[in-house]
C-alpha cells in the first residue's frame, strides 16, 4: 500500500452542498407527507363512493319490495279513490298507514342515499384539493418533480 495515500486524494475538490439543501429536503418530505395524506383522503373518497353506490340500488329494491308486501299501496289507492270516505274515518285511515309502513327499508335507503350524497358533496368539496394530487402524481409518474 503506497505511503503517499494523502497525496492521491489531494487533488480532488470537496464538493460543498448548496446553502439551503436542507430546505429542500424538509420541502420536499413536507409535499410527500401531503401527498400521502391527499392520496388516502382520495381512495377513502371512492372507496365510500363505491359501497354507497352499491349499497343504494339494493336497498332500494328491499325497499321496494317491503312496500308490495305491507299493502300500504292498496290504503293509499283507497283513499285517494274513495276520498269521502277517507274523510270520514281518516284516524284509523292514517293510523293503518303508519302501521303498515315498512321503516326498516325506509331507514336503510335514507342511509344508503344520504352516505352517497354525502360522499358526493364531500368530493366535490374537496375536489381541487383531489384534482391537484392527481396533476401531481401524474407529473410524478412522467419524471417531473412538481
Known sequence: MPKDLGKLFSYLKLVEPPADLFDKIILAIKREQELRQTR??????????????????????????????????????????????????????????????????????????????????????KKRLLFGYLVQSFNFNKGQLY
Not at 305491507?70 to 279513490?81: F, K
Not at 326498516?104 to 342515499?113: Q, T
Open 40 to 125: 388516502r383522503l382520495l381512495f377513502s373518497f371512492l372507496f365510500l363512493l363505491v359501497v354507497s353506490l352499491i349499497a343504494t340500488p339494493f336497498s332500494f329494491i328491499m325497499l321496494r319490495n317491503q312496500i308490495k308486501n305491507s299493502g300500504i299501496s292498496y290504503l293509499i289507492s283507497t283513499a285517494v279513490s274513495d276520498f269521502g270516505t277517507f274523510l270520514i274515518v281518516w284516524k284509523d285511515f292514517i293510523l293503518a298507514i303508519l302501521e303498515s309502513l315498512p321503516i326498516a327499508g325506509m331507514i336503510v335507503f335514507a342511509i344508503s342515499a344520504g352516505v352517497v350524497l354525502f360522499t358526493l358533496r364531500l368530493f366535490l368539496y
